[in-house]
């Protein structure tokens, strides 16, 4: 059975990388669940030596479920500071609960105002979002259980001791082997870019890539690009080289060729099957099966014989068109393949096999980014002069108010689910749009979890050791499933409560209905609030993005540009420029997510989603045009070079400035001239050139044209003036 037993182990490790490269979502849960069950344990320790109730050790816990959810800074010192500043936050907000206790309405005055305060320190940045959270929840807690001024000094010392435990077994915990963290990601990113792979074998064993089988490739080379996107951030994050044997700027240009050269195998797989005869289709599916393997097999040095020879002893470029740009095609992902996982192996030549219709490297799809994120208020004001901050700050004081008049017309004790409901919506989120999603996710994953909850409760009841290993269960899947979904986080919260519930022998099956009808109301409510008062586009929101957006991904060619045809040593570190990009493109993603995924995910917003599938392109292809500006500084400074990659550069970035131009005006003619003859005139040079140069040169030409191409295509669908003609304007654009 070791065998059969081996494989399966594999095979599900297989599975967790490819779906979580890095395991960065296995380690968050693994450590809340781990930091939560230590502050448990010396928390209960603390107020049984004290002598205090068990109930002051609940904010602690709650710090230790904040700040491992909330907090995300890298640098352990930044950790430290982050999660020490949640203890005065929370001990202010127990300090509040314990002295307006007493005096119901007052206490509910004061909970809408803590609600208010929480959202404008929101301000502050990802520390401030930490902090109100905090300081709200503790105020909850401190009314819910009913904290007297007596036990503020044991509430506030539990707090303390809970920040420093979740200090510690986040140093603790922290990982320590970034190189053995990168191969898994390596790994991961060769499991996806398999997954393409293996689709493609299919649809030439089958002779047919259309309808369900063309949809799973998109969605397959979206999350190969996922995978290689995580790759460069873990290498953009890192102060050092993660590996001994190559420079992160290298490992990430070859990430990125392996990422173009999948995406080009998959536009020779469709010329094949377009162009050549059934038989000669046929006889390919092998070689890609082998690559496959490839793809699939542990990171470590490639063996040899990794990719077939060409049948009949052919070579790669022998044969009918379509057949040898498959065999180019194949050898190119796998020399690709090999120089990532082989750091000693020279980089792989950019050019190699690939046609002038392969270089605009755009792709098929694009995963949207699971997780949310938090972002400091930049104190810009909307219509009525108020800040997006301020804005939700009134937005929330009215829904906080309703919801506790609703919520305790629905239960006298239970009135706080409506008030958390209505407060969590406006977490990270912004517009009406965005609101209405995470209220709708919110209320359908408590419906399941109610039904659930009822069964599992029901089948462990008075079974002690089985309730406390599904809480905890369920803890890691609630969070391990927070970035994928929060409908998924709340169904396994929600079952957590039944949970708990019955080993507090206070469960029932009303209860449960209870917190569904609250939870629907105070999300009801707070979607209500963000459609009358103060209401933000979301399409509004979107424009502005796209603004943003193509306005920094200009700063970031002409940075890019001046490094390469300045002197080698006037170059400007690019890492920055890559990570502004990729925080624009971050909150811009953020900002359309209502107009691309509808309210739980399914798409229906065709139009957003092409818009954003090509700035996904210009994020991408701008990003590694800056880091191959940073390795490679001066590599167009030669006077034939300084011309072309100079003309070339100017004309993309008038046609990202064109496009920039019908996205502040929808009505505007917008007139783009493609810049491929110029592009042509950069290969040409890079060709004439040669050697690792010219390789370079050819790189940095087909970031320039992916982007380009991806551009006016789009600003083509959107109305522009070209050769294409206008078309109708994308409904996120229009008025």
Known sequence: MSGPLSRLGRGVRGAVAASDPGLTRLRLAGTTVATVAADL??????????????????????????????????????????????????????????????????????????????????????????????????????????LTPDHLAAASAALAVGAAVTVGMRLLLRPRRPARDLRRMLAALGQRCGGVVDTLVDAVEDGALSGGRARRLRSQLGRAADAATAVEQRLDDADEPVLDTVGNDELAVRVFDLELAVENLCTAVTSLLRDAPREAVEGEAAALAVLRGRLRSPVGPPAAGAVPDPPDGQRPDAGPDAVARLRRAVSTVAESWDGVVDPRRGAPDPGDGRDEDDRDGDRLGEADDPEDTEEADDGTEDAAGLSDSTRQAVQVGVASTLAILVGTQLSSTRWFWAVISAFVVYTGTSTRGEILSKGWQRVLGTMAGVVVGVVVAALVGGHVVESLVLVVVSLFLAVYLMPVSPALMIFFITTMLALVYGLLGRFTVDLLLLRLEETAAGAAIGVLVSFVVLPSSTRKAGREAVQDFLDELGEVLAGAVDDLTGPDTTASPGAPRSHALRGSFTALRSAVRPLTNGLVGVPDRSGSRRTMQALSVGDHHGRMLARLADASPGLAADPASHRAVGAAARAVRANVSSFAGLVRDAGSRAHLEPADRLLDRVDEVAAARGGVDGRRLLAAAAHLRAVDRAVCARAVELGAVSSSGPTTPDPMIAA
């Open 41 to 146: 344990v010396v928390l209960y320790g603390l107020v049984s030596l004290i002598g205090a109730p068990v109930t002051t050790a609940v904010p602690g816990v709650v710090l230790a479920m904040t700040a491992s959810m909330a907090v995300r800074e890298t640098e352990p010192g930044a950790q430290a500071l982050s999660i020490a500043l949640l203890a005065p936050a929370g001990a202010a907000g127990v300090a509040l609960a314990t002295v307006t206790g007493p005096y119901p309405w007052l206490a509910d005055a004061v909970f809408v105002a803590v609600a208010v305060a929480a959202v404008l320190v929101r301000r502050l940045g990802p520390r401030g979002v930490s902090a109100g959270t905090v300081a709200f929840m503790c105020y909850f807690l401190g009314l819910f259980v009913r």
